[in-house]
C-alpha cells in the first residue's frame, strides 16, 4: 500500500467559453482525477461560462502520478459529452512548497510558471504566498476540444506524520 505523501487541494473557480454541446449551451461539470481517485464538482446548468468555486482535496500517494482535469457536459438520456482536458502540473508548486518558506508578505509572488508546449497553461501562473499559505493560480487551457478554459487555484496541505515531500 502507497504511503500517502500529502493532500492537493484544487480549487475549482470558473470555465471560460467553453464548447457548446446542447442546441444552445451546454450543462458542465468538472471532473478530476489521480489514478484511481476520482472527485467532481455539481453541475452549472445552461452555461458555457459557469462559476463552480467548489474546493476538491485528493490524496497524493504517488507525485509521479498525473492530476487530470475533464469537462463534461451532463446528459440525461445519453452518455455525457466530452468538453476537454488538461493535465494540472503540481511540481513547481510542489518545489516551492519544500523550500519551507514562512512569514512572507501576503501577496509576495515566490515563482511564475509561464506557458510551455509541456502544460497546459494558458497565461503565466503565479505561485503566492496569502494568509500564511502558499497558493497557486493558474487558467488552464483545455485540449482535444474547439475552446475552452478553466481557473483553478492549488494549495498544498502537509500531513502530520505523513511521508511529506
Known sequence: ????????????KRGINLARRDTLSSDPFVV?????????????????????NEELTIAIKNLNKPVNL?????????AHDKMGDAQIDIMPLLDVHSLGLQELKDGTVIK???PTGDNCLSDESR??????????????????????????????IEIPGGKGL
Open 1 to 12: 500500500m502507497e504511503e500517502l505523501v500529502g493532500l492537493m487541494r484544487i480549487r475549482v
Open 32 to 52: 478530476i482525477t489521480m489514478g484511481s481517485h476520482r472527485l467532481k464538482t455539481r453541475t452549472v446548468a445552461n452555461n458555457c461560462n459557469p462559476e463552480w
Open 70 to 78: 475533464m469537462v463534461y457536459d451532463r446528459d440525461t438520456f445519453t
Open 112 to 114: 511564475k510558471v509561464f
Open 127 to 156: 505561485i503566492i504566498f496569502n494568509n500564511g499559505k502558499i497558493l497557486q493560480d493558474m487558467i488552464l487551457v483545455l485540449r482535444n476540444v474547439e475552446c475552452g478554459k478553466v481557473e483553478i487555484q492549488l494549495e498544498w
